[in-house]
């Protein structure tokens, strides 16, 4: 099972970018999944999340910027990020939670994408 992100670049303050995390597996379940991000010297953070069901939740500091969507036929989450901010600079990671029959699997990490905004 591996998670592939992709998206990430250098963008203007102010633009946007459109993360993509692909699940390749047919054998899990895949339930919660999630966007966090690390910046040099700080601690790796969520970003946002979203359930099977389709639930979501956000970091206060991107709420209203971000999006974070699924398709679930796709295996595939993204994470659309407008009115960025030189302070989302980090590398963004993608998340998932596997279950196997009804019971809780892993979690497993994609190897993370670079995004830079700049002022």
């Known amino acids: 099972v591996q998670l592939q992100e992709s998206g990430g670049g250098l963008v203007q303050a102010g633009g946007s970018l459109r993360l993509s995390c692909v699940v390749s597996?047919?054998?899990?379940?895949?339930?919660?999944m999630g966007w966090y991000r690390q910046a040099p010297g700080k601690q790796r953070e969520l970003v946002a999340a979203?359930?099977?069901?389709?639930?979501?939740n956000y970091a206060d500091s991107v709420k209203g910027r971000f999006t974070i969507s699924r398709d679930n036929a796709k295996n595939t989450m993204y994470l659309q990020m407008n009115s960025l901010k030189p302070e989302d600079t980090a590398v963004y990671y993608c998340?998932?939670?596997?279950?196997?029959?009804?019971?809780?699997?892993?979690?497993?990490w994609g190897q993370g994408t670079q995004v830079t905004v700049s002022s």
């Open positions: 998340n998932a939670e596997l279950y196997y029959n009804g019971n809780y699997y892993s979690k497993i």
């Open positions: 597996s047919s054998t899990f379940t895949i339930n919660t």
């Open positions: 979203i359930s099977g069901g389709g639930s979501t």
